[in-house]
């Protein structure tokens, strides 16, 4: 049985491109690792999904200062474009009225137990 000898110009660059995108290099089919190799294009898009990939990989353990509001301001905004008529505390007065409500209770907390140590005397 002979072997079957895979020509470059049996796959085409724009049939790679799904391949390319989503999978390891190591882990492209034959067809495509032929095509790569004699391939100046294809291999230029592999190189700058390479770079893509390093680059996705650097940002997911850089650190990021969040804007307190930003879950807000994109709730609000999918709420928008979502045409939903959510009731929602905005996040800098929700935290106020967490804060609020914390101080509420250390005072009633001290309050309280001013008013047991009177009864003890
Ligand atoms: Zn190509």
Redesign the pocket.
Known sequence: MPSEKIL?TD????D?VDELVSTDESLLSLPTRV??A??????A?LASYRRLRRMMRTLANAPIDLDPMLEHDIRDLLDQLDQTSARRIPARAAATLGGIAAAAGVIALAKRQRRATRLAI
Do not use: I
């Open positions: 470059p796959v085409a660059c724009r790679l095509h790569v004699e391939c100046l294009r294809c291999q898009e």
